[in-house]
């Protein structure tokens, strides 16, 4: 590991970088994988990297700086050679991150945010990594350790300290358990790899079936899989290099979801086998998995069974030996953007460029990665179509509604004694799944996550369905401890840090209702404030270019509605109280002055509590 | 607007009053010209530099304010107009988002005031008479110190867009400026 403050532009540089490019064919479509390898290997992406990178690929320079500047685990500053990232999700909050994220940089002597003097380390918060079910959990340099406790915080401390390599740290600390608590059609399939596979008959067959099937996306937004696929092989490829894609999505950025990250670590053949069935039914040679860089270290092992599968010619020319299937994938890594799954944010990542959503129309299906036709689908809804491809679509519609056919993977965490991946028939009762994973005293359940829907007790009777509540597999508890108001609270900040930035309802609105959530939270907030969260919510919702910002509000309406009482207890202000204190706005011009006669006051009576404890003199002097 | 109706109506007290703005605003609600003469069939003037009356009467029913928040007189002064007026409006850039004068929020205020008041070989004397109010800390929007019902964006807005924004209003219509007073493509 090199030190952090180098930036020279050494020998050594110039070599990683120039062996980074040439792997890639210096193909400016792949940008992202040159930051991330370039970065692995020199630590960070300094000025003169940056520039190197951007001749060597022939791309504008501000085109390199933009890409590395937009993603969170691209670094263009030093962050020390040890890079600690706290998870911060609101299920992180509830296992005791802040305190032990507190101790972590008591013993640094570090601030959380900076980087200690000597380089060495840096202390920070980043958006869920999908641990939840065994959190807290930190990445450093992109390596998740999971379960932290005080005695382990300590531990990290000292190899930080020490100095030591962290391939040579206990291997225990990065144990990542699949936590698999309820099987059914999916998790318990009993494929060979290739078995899928050598049940295909003609690709318009295996559509038909996928098409009766009546598989939808498991990715969140249901559409059906066959028309997706059978509108995209029949949209003709374009330009100089006509093709078709195929695109894994496995950002899973979706705070609380972890159930693609099992499923890729238990069943990445058939989630391969769905991808290279996708490819014969729409025509494709390639195909991409798209793996958020919180799951970096499952690149590996993935690597490793896509070998395997080419060694069994699964994968590559003439798969199983039949002439003209050709078909073979390819992993890429995000860098930390829940952006990024959206799927048209996704593709752009995949060009090399910053994770802005594209319009649509066009859609992805007829023109997608590089304007070609792709079938873009969630890791579980590829692993479903295998499975069909196998057992055929009549044995696949027993199961489930009549609206929600097959079977749904939940990620479950947050207040019940077995948190992990359940996985039901659609049209499970709400109720069923907390009565399975032992939840107790549970007053709320937050389901498809931060943009989801929270439902209150009331409600446990509801189904998982497309035709009730719908999700891509986020399921978090929340007992009656718990405080609702800090839920959204925390999903409100969330929103911020996600926001792509690109259209100003989104990046001007998310900070909007994080202040208002904050001021409520800091005990100045009144009504006023409330009817304002109204009216940013309906915007946010209306005038957004993509869903994240359509959705960003979700949590705070709900539990508005819901929960009322959270935010009515922190109410303080009969009529309006400004978010800071006023009179503190004056205290720079009293120390340069000298002045502390009563005109340097304003004699407002001003809550220092926050609670709803304190008095209220009005806001008029 | 037609004026003419009936029984002559109450007038509604209207007071105005610049804090961190440059007049900009007022001179553009002056850009209305003779409607001015139809309006004042409607309102009455309160405190404005309009009529250098140096107080709200503590019955106004709309309160227009340009310009920020900037020092202790301008918080005096709006809150004045925040207890005494049922609607307050802000007018323009600076009291909708701190404008022209918020510039300097990204200095510290005691750094600017040490540039501006050294004397070459006399150090430094910032003026600390009573009578000088006190700047903040920051300059703020006004909606970050009171509560403001309405908002009319424009640096300033034009004549015609202040026009329409208060005839809508007192005749009981929330206002509504659309295509060629607030946005024109
Ligand atoms: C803000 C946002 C984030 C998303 N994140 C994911 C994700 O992490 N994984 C995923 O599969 N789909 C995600 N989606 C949905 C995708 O855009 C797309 O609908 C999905 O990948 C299609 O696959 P499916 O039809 O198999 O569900 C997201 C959508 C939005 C708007
Ligand atoms: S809604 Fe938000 S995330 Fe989506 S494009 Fe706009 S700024 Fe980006
Ligand atoms: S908004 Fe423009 S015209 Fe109005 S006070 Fe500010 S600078 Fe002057
Ligand atoms: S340039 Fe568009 S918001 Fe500033």
Not at chain 1, 433 to 448: F, K, N, S
Not at chain 2, 95 to 107: K, M
Not at chain 2, 110 to 123: E, F, K, N, S
Request: with cysteine; charged share 25%.
């Amino acid at each position: 590991m090199r030190t952090a403050n180098s930036s020279g532009g050494g020998a050594d540089e110039k070599g990683v970088i120039e062996g980074v490019l040439s792997r890639h064919g210096h193909d400016a479509t792949r940008l992202m994988q040159i930051l991330r390898e370039v970065q692995e290997g020199l630590g960070w992406l300094s000025p003169s990297i940056l520039t190197a990178i951007a001749d060597g690929a022939k791309l504008p320079r501000a085109r390199v700086e933009g890409v590395a500047g937009f993603y969170h685990f691209f670094h263009t500053e030093p962050l020390g050679r040890y890079r600690v990232l706290w998870s911060d999700n609101i299920t992180d909050r509830m296992q005791g991150n802040a305190d032990l994220m507190a101790r972590m940089c008591k013993k640094l002597w570090l601030k959380a945010g900076n980087v200690s003097e000597d380089g060495l380390v840096s202390v920070d918060t980043t958006s869920c990594t999908g641990m939840c079910d065994q959190g807290p959990a930190i990445l450093v340099n992109y390596r998740p350790i999971t379960r932290m406790t005080p005695e382990r915080v300590d531990k990290v401390v000292d190899l930080i300290r020490r100095q030591v390599p962290l391939a040579e740290w206990p291997a225990e600390f990065f144990l990542v358990e699949d936590n698999i608590r309820r099987k059914d059609a999916l998790l318990s399939h009993d494929l060979a790899p290739g078995d899928a596979l050598r049940a295909l008959k003609s690709p318009q067959d295996v559509l038909e079936a996928v098409k009766a099937s009546g598989l939808r996306g498991r990715g969140g937004a249901g559409f059906s899989t066959g028309q997706k696929w059978e509108f995209c092989r029949n949209a003709p490829g374009t330009g100089s290099s006509p093709a078709h894609y195929v695109v894994c999505n496995a950002d899973e950025g979706e705070p609380g979801t972890f159930k693609d990250r099992v499923l890729l670590s238990s069943c990445a053949d058939l989630v391969f086998e769905g991808m290279t069935i996708a490819g014969y039914v729409i025509g494709a040679k390639k195909g991409l998995v798209y793996l958020r860089g919180e799951y970096r270290y499952l690149m590996e092992p993935l690597n490793e069974v896509l070998q395997r599968r080419r060694a069994a010619n699964l994968l590559g020319k003439s798969v199983l030996g039949q002439i003209g299937f050709d078909f073979d994938i390819e992993i890429h890594m995000g860098a930390g953007a829940y952006i990024c799954g959206e799927e048209t944010a996704l593709l752009e990542s995949l060009e090399g460029k910053r994770g802005v959503p594209r319009k649509r129309p066009p859609f992805p299906v007829t023109s997608g990665f590089l304007g070609q036709p792709t079938a873009v689908n969630n890791v579980e809804t590829l692993a479903a179509a295998a499975l069909i491809a196998a057992k055929g679509a009549a044995w696949y519609k027993t199961l489930g509604t009549a609206k929600s056919t097959g079977t749904k993977v939940l990620s479950i965490s947050g207040d019940c004694a077995r948190p992990g991946v359940y996985e039901y028939p659609y049209g499970v009762t709400v109720a069923q799944v907390l009565a399975d994973c032992g939840a107790r005293d549970t007053q709320a359940c937050q389901i498809a996550g931060a943009s989801g829907l929270c439902i209150a007790p009331a409600e446990f009777g509801r189904r998982i369905a497309f035709e009730d509540i719908p999700t891509g597999g986020s399921f978090m508890i929340f007992d009656n401890s718990r405080d609702m108001f800090e839920v959204a609270r925390n999903f409100a900040h969330f929103f911020v840090h996600e926001s792509c930035g690109f259209c100003t309802p989104c990046r001007v609105g998310t900070t909007l209702l994080k202040n208002g959530m904050d001021k409520i939270h800091e005990g100045h907030g009144g009504e006023y404030d409330i009817n304002d969260i109204w009216r940013i919510i309906r915007t946010l919702k209306t005038a957004s270019h993509c869903g994240l910002g359509q959705t960003a509000g979700n949590c705070v309406a709900d539990t508005l509605q819901k929960f009322r009482p959270s935010y009515e207890l922190r109410l303080n202000v009969h009529e309006f109280e400004p978010a800071f204190d006023l009179d503190k706005a004056l205290s720079k011009m009293r120390e340069v002055t000298g002045r502390d006669d009563p005109g340097a006051h304003f004699h407002i009576a001003h809550r220092k509590s926050k609670s709803g404890i304190g008095t209220k003199a009005g806001d008029e002097a | 607007m037609n004026a003419s109706t009936s029984a002559p109506k109450r007038k509604l007290k209207v007071a105005t009053t610049s804090l961190a703005g440059c007049f900009g605003c007022h001179m553009s609600f002056l850009d209305i010209d003779e409607r001015i003469l139809d309006l004042i069939e409607l309102i009455e003037f309160d405190r404005s530099p309009l009529t250098d009356i140096k107080h709200c009467s503590t019955d106004c029913d709309i309160g227009i304010i340009e310009g920020g928040v900037c020092n202790a007189e301008n918080v005096h002064v709006l809150h004045e107009f925040r207890k005494n007026c049922k609607i307050l409006i802000a007018i323009g850039a600076c009291s909708i988002n701190g404008g022209l004068p918020a510039q300097r929020n990204s200095l510290d205020i005691r750094d600017i005031l040490a540039a501006v008041y050294a004397q070459p070989g006399r150090g430094v004397h910032i003026p600390n008479d009573p009578e000088i109010p006190l700047l903040l800390n920051e300059v703020h929007p006004l909606h970050e110190v009171v509560k403001i019902d309405y908002f009319l964006p424009g640096c300033p807005p034009s004549g015609d867009a202040i026009w329409k924004f208060l005839t809508d209003l007192l005749a009981g219509r929330t206002p509504s400026l659309g295509h060629g007073l607030i946005h024109f493509d």
